[in-house]
């Protein structure tokens, strides 16, 4: 056989091994949300772990990661090495369930969404359920959003972006923003997000056998976990439920296998119903923030987000 064919087959296979390893470790983290897996040491665990492979796993080449203390909150920058305009920054929301997440966790998407748009990305650790229930969360967002405020940015200029949970976080924040009367984001960047807590959609059951990553245990366990008792319907749990007038313009990305399909498609039709701006993509054959993974869609789902932002500037 052709050398040249021995040596590709081999590189394929080690990039098939480490798929394989990411996918694997990746799903425990997800899946890892049976009320006997809320135990601390479990939680404790899980979170090592997702710190270990986000610093493991983030591309993290001509960029520089800048942690500091805000307030008592663990936070990080994100920059480009070389010289940039510092005008437009991301406010980045971690996904984990509410219960997971951390700023090593964050490094992957940081960086990826750095790379892709040349922008400073702002991480924040928000405290996490159930030590910390709603509103934790969303009480940590707002004072990460005030610190921006702080900074100079102004909210035109500013992208909120957001994962799964963080997903669910960056629109609960959006809406907070609305309702007292403040200015919002530029822009919404949403990669698979938790919308609805009640779990109407369809896809909890038709996509539950095909979804790698995400099981309806894992969400029901979540789930009691952040919102405890509190009314599921409640906007600031299901923001699928709240108003979107006037909202900025929003890029929704998901794949479908997906069990949280319905939650973005859901929202995508809110958000026409509100006449606000926004772009639905779904991506065949992929799973629950596929973003995360060094593949090609991953890396193709980043140039969407670029030029989608590019078009709300022109």
Sequence with gaps: MDKGKLVGRGKAAVADKRMDLNMRALKALHSAGSPESMTPEELERQRRNQEILGRLAAPMSGMNWEEFELGGMQCAWMRLKAPHGNRHAVLYCHGGGYTSGNLGYSRVLSSKLTAALGYDVLSFEYRLAPEHPYPAAVEDALHAWDYLMLQG???ENIVLAGDSAGGNLALVLCQKLSSAGRRLPGALILMSPWTDMTMSGASYLERADIDPMLTPEYIQAVRTAYA????????????LFGNFAGFPPTLIQVGDHEILFSDSQQLYQKLLEARVPCRLEI????????????????GAAMESIAHFLLEQTR
């Excluded at 405890?228 to 923001?239: A, K, M, V, W, Y």
């Excluded at 991506?283 to 991953?298: C, D, L, N, T, Y």
């Design 153 to 155: 940015y102004g909210a």
């Design 228 to 239: 405890g008792t509190c009314r599921l319907q409640d906007p600031s749990l299901s923001p």
């Design 283 to 298: 991506s065949e054959g992929m799973w629950h923030v596929f973003q995360m993974f060094p593949i090609r869609k991953a």
